[in-house]
């Protein structure tokens, strides 16, 4: 099995920065021949699950929600298996738990939403 845990949340100000990470552990991981799909998601009170954004291991290549582009970087360490978001310049309207999740065997990335592997999700809140 896969294990996701998510750290990193917090409260900031407005125009703040805040840096989640997602360590990715499992004896299913320590295959190297799998294409591995990780995405960031989040949902705010009272709303659903929305994606903010996922990257693809073959070529390291990215999505972002237009509500987040220009604001959010999505990476990945695979020497210690973790994920990251960076989020800069934050808005009130980033508040929400944020989820972090894995595919393995991904045939495509971008824009996908079903996930074999949830984390339990690290808390995010803005104030204006």
């Known amino acids: 099995q896969v294990q996701l845990v998510e750290s990193g949340g917090g409260s900031v100000q407005a125009g703040g920065s805040l840096r989640l990470s997602c360590l990715v552990s499992g004896d299913t991981l320590s295959t190297y021949d799998d294409n591995i799909c990780m995405g960031w998601f989040r949902q705010a009170p009272g709303k659903t699950r929305e994606s903010v954004g996922t990257?693809?291991?073959?070529?390291?290549?990215?999505y972002y929600a237009d509500s987040v582009k220009g604001r959010f970087t999505i990476s990945q360490d695979n020497g210690k298996n973790t994920l990251y978001l960076q989020m800069d310049r934050l808005k009130p309207e980033d508040t929400a738990m944020y989820y972090c999740?894995?595919?393995?065997?991904?045939?495509?990335?971008?824009?996908?939403?079903?996930?074999?592997?949830w984390g339990q999700g690290t808390q995010v809140t803005v104030s204006s």
């Open positions: 999740a894995a595919y393995l065997g991904a045939l495509y990335c971008e824009g996908r939403e079903t996930f074999a592997f």
């Open positions: 990257i693809y291991s073959p070529r390291g290549s990215t």
